[in-house]
């Protein structure tokens, strides 16, 4: 008679483990003493105690293999914010997250730790120390915010005691840390063009960026802490640095780390708002003509100028969080890993 494997509580999958938030939760798993699945449309690298599952999470049968004799699921995979594929967000991150529930649920999965945002309250105006219980944007900046919110809702519905499959949310904000494709290439790159020379708006709008490693160490104080009695069953936690920064201040930061001139004039918000509402509104009518993808859309305007910092006291009380690394630690560590993307002259 065949014996069925009882899942061991130190074998995880992560779902977009392959990814820049993925990789770093695999190798701060193993260095716990976890064995990982990793599922992913790709794989980026190979690592012992990492086995790889190659697939898209929207086909069930394809996850199921990825699953077994896990216990504990982190779901990290999204497609990139800066698409605006309306089709491939709803696909991914809503029928996607579905699947994820129902293979889980076969699998006998006790615990599903996602990745949310907290830009699921974001509607592209302040939020100064906003808290998790902000209602969700009524009209979310874009379909990446609009596709995350209706994933977050899908898991947290999903938590059900009684079945014994337990479910959370973290909502982390401004990831960056080394391997990050976003935010440190994109600023490089705009810088590399000459179009960081102005600061949008008065430069003063306090932010949330959080270094990848304190993002690892909110999941997985969530894992650990997720059990039938535990207070954090079916809630969202932010996670962050729990140092707000001047947004201007932070990139002129990285940009000077770099070898880079910081920015220093100052333009409107509403007029770069207008403009680069504009300028999206052209990318689509022309696309059958001319494809081109504006740097300043809408969306990172609205986060370059507006207040948008989060309280972590939830995570705090509830998880026992607190940041691992500094902000000011966290840069140092992040400048220092991208030696090809420095000032040459
Ligand atoms: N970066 C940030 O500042 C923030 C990120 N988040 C969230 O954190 C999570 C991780 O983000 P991050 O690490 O930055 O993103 P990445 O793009 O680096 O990682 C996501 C991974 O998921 C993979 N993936 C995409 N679609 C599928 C699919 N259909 N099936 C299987 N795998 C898929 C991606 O592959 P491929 O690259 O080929 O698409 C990639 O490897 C996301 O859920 C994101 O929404 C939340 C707040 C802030
Ligand atoms: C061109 C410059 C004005 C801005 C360059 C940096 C930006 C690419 C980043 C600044 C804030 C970042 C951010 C995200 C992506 C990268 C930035 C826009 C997210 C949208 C990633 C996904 C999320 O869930 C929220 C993030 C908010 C901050």
Not at 246 to 264: K, T
């Amino acid at each position: 008679m065949a014996t069925r494997v009882r899942p061991s509580s130190k074998r995880c999958a992560v779902i977009g483990g392959s990814g820049f938030l993925g990789r770093h939760l695999v190798e701060k798993l193993l260095d716990r003493g976890y064995s990982v699945s990793v599922f992913d449309i790709r794989q980026s690298y190979e690592l012992p105690g990492v086995t790889f599952h190659q697939g898209d999470l929207c086909d069930k049968q394809a996850l199921l293999p990825a699953l077994k004799d896990v216990s504990l699921v982190f779901h990290c995979a999204s497609p990139s914010p800066a698409s605006d594929d309306r089709d491939l967000f709803e696909r991914v991150n809503i029928q996607g997250t579905q699947t994820v529930i129902q293979a889980c649920k076969e699998a006998g999965i006790q615990k599903l730790v996602l990745t949310s945002s907290a830009s699921v309250v974001f509607e592209g105006t302040d939020i100064k120390n906003g808290r998790e219980d902000l209602p969700y944007a009524k009209k979310p900046i874009d379909y990446y915010t609009k596709t995350k919110i209706e994933q977050e809702k899908l898991v947290l519905k999903a938590c059900d005691k009684q079945k014994g499959f337990l479910t959370v949310a973290i909502r982390p904000h401004g990831i960056f840390g080394p391997r990050d494709p976003q935010l440190v290439p994109i600023l490089v790159d705009t810088a590399r063009r000459g179009k960081m020379k102005f600061i949008i708006g008065d430069g003063t709008n306090l932010v949330d960026f959080t270094f990848v490693e304190n993002v690892v160490h909110g999941h997985i104080l969530a894992a650990e802490r997720l059990r039938p009695d535990s207070p954090i069953c079916g809630k969202p936690y932010h996670i962050t640095n729990d140092e707000p920064v001047r947004f201007w201040d932070f990139m002129s930061q990285v940009l000077v780390g770099l070898g880079y001139a910081p920015p220093r004039y100052h333009l409107p918000y509403a007029l770069v708002y207008g403009l680069a509402l504009l300028l999206w509104l052209l990318s689509i009518i022309l696309r059958p003509l001319k494809s081109f993808k504006p740097t300043f859309t809408p969306m990172r305007v609205a986060l370059a100028g507006t207040h948008h910092y989060y309280s972590c006291e939830r995570a705090k009380e509830d998880l026992g969080y607190t940041p691992v690394v500094s902000l000011k630690e966290g840069i140092a560590r992040t400048v220092q890993s991208y030696p090809h993307l420095r000032c040459e002259a």
